[in-house]
């Protein structure tokens, strides 16, 4: 979205306030201005006329520890223009960490060489490692354009001061997020041996595994844990290396020798149970892991094992492909209201993180009444041959949020989705069989249960056309036992069969149980 009428609208204001004598409003409405379009020239214009009009304007913009990223710019602009740029960068780094598919550093003074000459390299390098921290890595592509400017302020610092081992594994770690893997080895390579040190074979080590050299990383970790032993995170980096080598029941055991120390160390905890669901493929790991993430919100690294696990896997990460199978019908003969397909609609889609995370993105379908959601299961929008975005599946797991103060096994919610098994496998049997699934992974109490029903329909339809669509189901579910899992795993190595399109089945009956 072009943002250059909003900084418009707030650089009018500026001028208006700043042609009144009101320094303090034209300085906030300046601010939301740089928030808007940075590299504007006539949002510095009149930040130049500010500054003159009000002794540098420094005091309009102070660096409070919660200032927007908008007058952190505005500070830091001033502070170059007071010949302080050094003082500035952090500031201006703060914001693109803020947001960093801005271009926050696209101006003049972040350019000049002699910013990376006068700065001083400690500094520097805690700056780069804080705004790496903010990006992620590698990062995302948008911001990647908007945050070479301070790559470039790091070659000019490497050109002036040299050997500085922090400054070369910081400007390492952002090379190499930015795409730049050359260069990050180099830097990482030549910090390493200018301080060796466990942070500097770890930033080589990562350099390495950018470059796809393997060994080399492996070598520059295992240097790592031999400087600090007691650093588990380590021990994750040496195990996952070792399983991209293939060499996976080494990597075990690194993540259980590490797990012997402290079996609540997250980076290994994390790293522990993709490898294991890698090494088997038994979904447990991942229930496991779902677990462990949901007793530990506080962690301090943000981890994305569970979604790389269940990327591309058939519920796990979303719909299976293939044809879908033949529409279903609702239990309920009504019409929903518009707002209540809008919403359903809003939330659907046919991929989603984890089965937790699909959990999550119903829980704003508790403002539809279960009758509505019911309802929407025979909504012609719904029922589309072509239909992609499994609204049927959203519309259960919206029941999921309704009555959650009830004990699962007598709740309204476990009811209503039993009632939907009825009959031959469709779309409505399908997703009311995923919302027990996903269920089962947030409620470990409501998991034996669900994985006997699971059983049960497996066994049901173990010899029928549809038999492969519920195997993909159980496969995805928590607490199956060991012969029902063999089933189906076995059912899907059986060579599908062209799904046949047929009508939709008859009216749902409704179960007691």
Not at 46 to 51: D, F, H, I, T
Not at 60 to 65: T, V
Not at 476 to 492: H, I, V
């Amino acid at each position: 979205m072009d943002s250059r009428p909003s900084a418009r609208r707030d650089l009018a204001r500026a001028r208006a306030a700043l042609e009144a004598g009101e320094t303090g409003p034209a300085a906030g409405h300046l601010a939301a201005a740089l928030a808007h379009t940075p590299t504007l020239p006539e949002i510095h214009e009149l930040l130049s006329r500010l500054a003159a009009a009000h002794g540098g304007g420094l005091d309009l913009f102070p660096g409070e520890p919660h200032a927007s990223p908008g007058r952190l710019a505005a500070r830091a602009h001033l502070l170059a223009a007071a010949g302080r740029p050094e003082e500035g960068l952090p500031l201006l780094a703060a914001a693109s960490g803020h947001n960093p598919a801005l271009d926050w550093a696209g101006v003049p003074w972040v350019a000049e060489p002699s910013l990376g000459a006068r700065i001083d390299p400690g500094q520097l390098a805690r700056t780069v490692m804080r705004l790496c921290t903010a990006v992620g890595d590698p990062a995302p592509t948008e911001t990647v354009g908007p945050l070479r400017p301070y790559l470039s302020v790091v070659r000019h610092a490497v050109t002036a001061h040299g050997e500085h081992a922090m400054l070369l594994g910081a400007g390492s770690a952002l090379a190499r997020r930015l795409g730049e893997v050359r260069l990050a080895v180099d830097w990482a390579g030549r910090g390493a041996r200018a301080q060796p040190s466990k942070l500097g074979e770890i930033w080589l080590g990562y350099a390495l595994r950018s470059a796809g050299r393997m060994p080399e990383a492996l070598a520059a970790l295992r240097r790592a844990v031999a400087y600090d032993p007691d650093d588990l995170s380590v021990y994750a980096d040496v195990a996952a290396t070792l399983a991209d080598l293939g060499r996976l029941d080494e990597a075990l055991r690194w993540t259980e020798l590490a797990l012997e120390r402290d079996p609540a160390f997250d980076c290994v905890v994390h790293t522990a149970h993709r490898l294991r669901y890698r090494a088997d493929g038994d979904v447990a790991h991942l229930v496991d892991l779902a677990d462990f993430i949901r007793d530990h919100p506080d962690d301090a690294h943000e981890h994305t094992d569970l979604e790389e696990c269940c990327r591309n896997t058939p519920w796990l990460g979303g719909l299976p492909a293939g044809a879908p199978l033949p529409a279903g019908r609702a239990p309920v003969n009504a019409e929903p209201s518009a707002d209540a397909l809008r919403r359903l609609q809003r939330v659907a889609g046919q991929t989603w993180p984890h089965p937790p995370g699909a959990y999550d993105r119903a829980l704003g379908l508790v403002l539809v009444e279960p009758w509505e959601l019911l309802a929407l299961l025979a909504h012609p929008e719904t029922a589309r041959p072509d239909q992609q975005n499994g609204l049927e599946v959203w519309a259960c797991l919206g029941l999921l949020h309704h009555g959650t103060e009830e004990p699962w096994i007598e709740s309204s919610r476990r009811r209503l989705l039993l009632g939907l098994l009825d009959g031959d496998v469709d779309r409505v049997t399908q997703a009311a069989m995923f919302a027990l699934v996903a269920y089962a992974w947030v409620d470990p109490e409501a998991r034996e249960d669900i994985a006997t029903v699971v059983a049960g329909r497996l066994t049901e339809t173990a010899s029928g056309p549809a038999a492969r669509a519920v195997a993909e189901l159980a496969l995805a579910a928590p607490g199956l036992d060991r012969p029902t899992r063999e089933l189906a795993a076995a059912t899907l190595r059986v060579p599908a069969v062209p799904r046949q399109r047929g009508r939709g089945r008859s009216l749902l009956r409704w179960r007691r149980d």
